[in-house]
């Protein structure tokens, strides 16, 4: 099995930066597609970045040009670097392995749900502030 574990989130002022890291325990050879999701209170959990094992990445529209997500294949992390920062990005963020589907880019990873990934972190809470 796979061990996600999360960190980065922290507070932060609108327009501000973070950096999420998510270390798995080991290299996941049955894994084309990993991701970064985001959860609000009463809301179920929406994907907001994907990366495939040969580099291609996808971004919900919300966060284009501020989000960008990579992978370190020799590290086993992956990485949400976050930038221009704002009040409704606030959440619990998730990064999760293997698609149930394989490749996430061209797909509709978009309305991927938890139980379309196979391994999950624990969260990182995210807070902006106005």
């Known amino acids: 099995a796979v061990q996600l574990v999360e960190s980065g989130g922290d507070s932060v002022q609108a327009g501000g930066s973070l950096r999420l890291s998510c270390a798995a325990s080991?290299?996941?050879?049955?894994?084309?597609?990993m991701a970064w999701f985001r959860q609000t209170p009463g809301k179920e959990r929406e994907a907001v970045a994907v990366?495939?094992?040969?580099?291609?990445?996808e971004y919900v529209d919300s966060v284009i040009g501020r989000f960008t997500i990579s992978q370190d294949n020799a590290q086993n992390t992956l990485t949400l670097q976050m930038n221009n920062l704002k009040p409704e990005d606030t959440g619990v963020y998730y990064c999760?392995?293997?698609?149930?589907?394989?490749?996430?880019?061209?797909?509709?990873?978009?309305?991927?749900?938890?139980?379309?990934?196979?391994?999950w972190g624990q969260g990182t809470q995210v807070t902006v502030s106005s």
């Open positions: 999760a392995d293997q698609y149930r589907f394989g490749y996430c880019t061209g797909g509709y990873w978009r309305r991927a749900r938890e139980s379309d990934f196979t391994y």
């Open positions: 080991v290299h996941n050879e049955n894994s084309f597609c």
């Open positions: 990366i495939d094992n040969d580099g291609k990445t």
